[in-house]
C-alpha cells in the first residue's frame, strides 16, 4: 500500500513535492490545497485534485501524511500546530532562532492530535544539522562553522515579498571567501556573523512604492537581515525574469578539530552541498521524512521530532536488511 501524501501549498516548494513523490514508488500523491482558487490550480499528477484549504479538516481519512509548503515567516508558525492536531505533518520552517518555540508549539498540537509532526526538514535546517551534530560529537575539541551559498534563499526571498510595497523579490546569500579560506586552513577564526556572510537583495517594488522604507524594513528584519551586511537592489520583472529565475544554492558544514594525548593531530570533517534547485531538493528531503512520520505514527508514536530524533534507517524505502548488505 502506497503512503498517501497531500500538499498544503503549491509554489516552488509545493511543485517540488509533487515531482519528488513521483520518484518514490512507496508513495502516492492524494491531494493539493491551497489558499488560492483551486481551479486556478494545474498539478502534474494524474488522480490527484486540488481542494481549498477550507477542504482540509474533511480529508483526515484519505492522507497518511500532509507536507507542508508555506513560508517560515508568517505560514508555517500558524499552519503546522493546526494541521499536526489532524495530521501527520512534515515542515521546512527554516527561522533558526525561533525553531524551539515553533518545536514546542506543534508538539502540544501534534500530541493532542495523536499524531508525529517532523519539523525544520530540509538542508538547512535538516542535513546540515545532522552533519554538524555528527562532526561535533566525533571532534568535540573543535570549532564548527556553517557557510551557505551563494545561493537564492527561500525563506529570505519570502520575507522580503511580505514586506508592503514589494511585488518580487529574490535574495541571495554570498561566503565571505576569506573566512571560509581561514577555516579551512584549520586556523579556527572566531567569525561574527557579519564576518561569514553577505546577503544582497533583488526587489521589484510596486509603482510609487517607498523605496526607502523596503530598504530601511529589510535591513533591519530581525534574524533574516539585521545582523549582515545586506545590499539591496531595486530593479525591474522583467530584470528579475531575465537574471535572476533560477533558484541554485549550496554551502558548507566544516568542523576543525583536534585529537591525540597533546591535542597534536589535526582534523577537518567538510560536507557540502552544489545545488541547481533549492526547492527540488528541499522537497527531496523532506519527502524521505514524510515516510518517517508515517512509520514513526504506525508504530504508535507522537508528537513533534526533528531531524535529530529519526533513525536513518526510516527514511529509506529500503529494508533493514538491504540497507546492511548493500549500504553499511
Not at 130 to 150: C, H, Q
Not at 155 to 172: M, P
Not at 183 to 207: I, M, Q, Y
Not at 280 to 307: H, L, P, Q, W
Request: charged share 25%; aromatic share 8%.
Amino acid at each position: 500500500m502506497s503512503i498517501r501524501i497531500g500538499i498544503y501549498g503549491y509554489g516552488n516548494l509545493g511543485r517540488g513535492v509533487e515531482n519528488a513523490i513521483r520518484q518514490n514508488s512507496d508513495m502516492e500523491l492524494v491531494a493539493v490545497f491551497t489558499r488560492r482558487d483551486p481551479n486556478s490550480i494545474k498539478i502534474n499528477t494524474a488522480g490527484a485534485s486540488v481542494f481549498h484549504a477550507d477542504e482540509l479538516p474533511k480529508m483526515t481519512d484519505k492522507i497518511d501524511v500532509l507536507i507542508l509548503c508555506g513560508g517560515s515567516a508568517k505560514d508555517l508558525p500558524i499552519q503546522t500546530p493546526e494541521m499536526a492536531k489532524l495530521y501527520n505533518v512534515v515542515d521546512s520552517f527554516d527561522t533558526h532562532a525561533k525553531i524551539p518555540q515553533h518545536f514546542d508549539n506543534v508538539d502540544k498540537a501534534a500530541k493532542v492530535g495523536n499524531k508525529v509532526a517532523v519539523i525544520s526538514v530540509g538542508w538547512d535546517p535538516g542535513m546540515f544539522s545532522v552533519n554538524r551534530m555528527y562532526a561535533e560529537t566525533i571532534l568535540p575539541d573543535g570549532e564548527s562553522y556553517t557557510f551557505w551559498g551563494k545561493g537564492v534563499s527561500q525563506g529570505h526571498s519570502d520575507a522580503i515579498r511580505k514586506i508592503e510595497g514589494v511585488l518580487d523579490a529574490k535574495q541571495y546569500t554570498i561566503p565571505v571567501e576569506k573566512a571560509l579560506e581561514k577555516v579551512r586552513n584549520g586556523e579556527n577564526p572566531k567569525l561574527s556573523t557579519r564576518e561569514k556572510h553577505t546577503r544582497e537583495c533583488f526587489v521589484v517594488a510596486e509603482d510609487g512604492a517607498d523605496k526607502e522604507r523596503i530598504e530601511r524594513e529589510i535591513k533591519t528584519m530581525p534574524d533574516y537581515f539585521a545582523d549582515y551586511d545586506t545590499t539591496v537592489h531595486f530593479i525591474t520583472k522583467e530584470e528579475l525574469i531575465r537574471d535572476h529565475s533560477g533558484i541554485p544554492h549550496g554551502g558548507f558544514v566544516i568542523r576543525s578539530g583536534k585529537t591525540g594525548e597533546n591535542l597534536e593531530n589535526n582534523h577537518i570533517i567538510e560536507y557540502s552541498l552544489k545545488l541547481d534547485s533549492n526547492p527540488e531538493f528541499t522537497s527531496s528531503v523532506i519527502v524521505a521524512y514524510a515516510r518517517a512520520a508515517y512509520r514513526m505514527n504506525k508504530n504508535g508514536d507522537s508528537g513533534c521530532k526533528t531531524v535529530f530524533d529519526i533513525a536513518p534507517a526510516l527514511l529509506s524505502p529500503k529494508t533493514n536488511e538491504e540497507l546492511r548488505k548493500n549500504l553499511l
